[in-house]
């Protein structure tokens, strides 16, 4: 299946690409998606939050911390569908919004977390996320993206990722 193949190589690539400091990509990916089968998430919530820094790739070059976010909804929403790419896509909303919203917040984020968000507009609450049907998922995406950022920490393997990859674009098909 071409669209899954093209996630493995995405996955891949992130090996060894430092965005936070105590993850690479890959583990932070992997990590992620553990947190949200810990969590009980869906196939689509689930890959959403294996790819929602898929713009950290090489393979789609340089994408500033600004940008990041709709370079992954971009490319997720036609291959995996609408909700796939919104999930990803509103990550860096869900972070302002916890920054304004959440008290407690800003202490449990990591320096790189803290350093992006004056690039990403900072805190602040934007009303075409937050009053979204699936804005709720993307508040539990953020909190997986948050928790994965922890060395050695249990993770999925990406051939965990690819399979619920599969079954996704499976169901977008025969729905
Ligand atoms: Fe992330």
Known sequence: MPTVDEVGAILRSLRGVWDEESVDELDHALQAAARAIEDGADDELVLAAALHDLAHSPLFGDVGAGRHDRVAAEWLTPRFGDRVGWLAG???????????????YATTMS????????????????PVFVEHLWWPDALRLRRYDDAA?????????????LAVAQRVVRQAHSA
């Open 111 to 126: 320096d790189v977390s803290i350093d992006s968000l004056h690039h990403q507009g900072g805190a602040g609450v934007d």
């Open 149 to 161: 950022k922890v060395p050695r920490a249990g993770a999925a393997s990406i051939d965990d990722v």
């Open 90 to 104: 509103a990550h860096v909303a869900a972070k302002r919004y916890l920054v304004a919203t959440d008290p407690h």
